[in-house]
């Protein structure tokens, strides 16, 4: 198994591009998650989703689209970047979401808007 | 309201030295379960250990130890007789009925030679 994959590891962006950030998984999980991390501030959730066409809100959902279409990909569309979104990106899975599951992390996407 | 306080933003320790990170947090669940994960330098995300709210017996595996008093919402981690390899950034999260896990601010630990 890959595990949790995500694609790209760098990427630049200009203010007012699009870009979409891909988050795959093989293990089947209902459960998926994006979160970003900045420095000081930990992990925040910006959207989750609990199986194929089926998502919600986190904590800090402006400015990022998501969908899930299958259960393998969850991928995070940023619509017009943003400097304030420069941020490393974890996308997350786990088999169901209960109170008690552990999370499964990707590598993390370090994303830099000019 | 939920939350998760990580007070200490660095520690230092000489290698050897005992280490404990500090966690606080605040919900209006009665059922809720606490986390710790490890981001060693190269970034990823590491699992550590769960704890259910129901379960306030403390935990040891190897030289890393846990302490959860619900009296004081705490859930603190011990790391014994540490280690260079154990400089990381070390994040507690909580994880509520409203399927979200919300983290720390996290605790960047260096373990000096």
């Known amino acids: 198994n890959a595990g949790v994959t995500q694609t790209p590891k760098f990427q630049v962006l200009k203010t007012g591009q699009s870009m979409t950030l891909q988050c795959a998984q093989d293990?089947?999980?209902?459960?998926m998650s994006w979160y970003r991390q900045d420095p000081g501030m930990g992990l925040r959730l910006i959207h989750y989703?609990?199986?194929?066409?089926?998502?919600d809100q986190g904590e800090v959902p402006n400015g990022y689209n998501v969908s899930r279409s299958t259960t393998e990909d969850f991928p995070l569309r940023l619509l017009s970047a943003a400097p304030s979104q420069t941020s490393v990106y974890f996308c997350?899975?786990?088999?169901?979401?209960?109170?008690?599951?552990?999370?499964?992390f990707g590598p993390g996407t370090r994303l830099t808007v000019l | 309201a939920q939350k998760v306080t990580q007070a200490q933003t660095e520690i230092s320790v000489v290698e050897k030295e005992d280490v404990t990170l500090d966690c606080v947090y605040e919900?209006?669940?009665?059922?809720?379960?606490l986390f710790w994960y490890k981001q060693p330098p190269s970034g990823e995300l590491v699992f550590l250990i769960r704890?259910?709210?129901?379960?306030?017996q403390n935990e040891i595996s190897g030289r890393y130890s846990w302490n959860f008093q619900k009296s004081t919402s705490s859930f603190n981690f011990t790391i014994t007789a540490s280690q260079v390899v154990d400089s990381a950034v070390y994040f507690c999260?909580?994880?509520?009925?409203?399927?979200?896990?919300?983290f720390g601010s996290g605790t960047q630990l260096t373990v000096l030679p």
């Open positions: 997350a899975s786990s088999y169901r979401f209960e109170r008690s599951s552990e999370q499964f």
């Open positions: 293990m089947n999980h209902e459960y």
């Open positions: 989703s609990v199986g194929a066409g089926i998502t």
């Open positions: 919900t209006r669940d009665t059922t809720y379960y």
């Open positions: 704890r259910n709210s129901f379960d306030e």
């Open positions: 999260a909580l994880s509520r009925a409203a399927r979200q896990l919300t």
